[in-house]
């Protein structure tokens, strides 16, 4: 049986500012930073097999403060793709290899990034702003639309993470709340206008058994 949990980022410096991030590089805000650490006392007794985050850096940071909770003690090596120089010399045996990937980046937001979300919603009124928040495909000026975010991260999910679970691997993402709602769509079998109102919490880790093609959300 696989195991697949999900980790949304710990809460921001912009979320904290209510300030729209996207792909801006933000780091977490204090509270973030005890987020991760409560994720991690959740999970502390789970071994990983393969571990995948996103290539921002309040994700990444997520996923270090998550793992010194954990009483796995090999060393996390993040993995930069195309580029062995950072993995030369390295013992397998005693690391654990963080894969990084952009298809699980948040939703990139154009234009909107780094508006703070309450004087847009004034600029522009609360119906277009909901538009642009809210709907699942009409993306904001030079951005995407949630749709746009899945058909980008399911792929890679379906390609790189499902076979491991299906080989019975322990599978953790340290992610985003738009990349984290594609992998949700497609495990929990959430239509197109359920999805965009369904939250996922920072720091508050989401645990799936895979089993006969199937996922099953469970406590530990």
Known sequence: ???LILVRHGNSMWNKKNIFTGWVDVSLSKQGVKE?????????????????????LRAQMTLQLLMLENEDERTLVMSHSGDDRYERGVNNASILKVNISEALNERYYGDLQGKEKEAFKKEVGEKLF??????????????????????RTLPYFDTEILPKLKDGKTVLIVAHGNSLRGIVKEVMTISDEEIVNYEIATGNPLIFNYENQKFKEVTL
């Open 130 to 151: 909901k538009t642009y928040r809210r709907s699942f495909d009409v993306p904001p000026p030079n951005g995407e639309s949630l749709e746009m975010t899945i058909n």
């Open 1 to 3: 049986m696989g195991k």
């Open 36 to 56: 991760a650490f409560e994720a991690g006392k959740v999970l502390s007794k789970l071994k990983f097999d393969d571990v995948y985050t996103s290539a921002l």
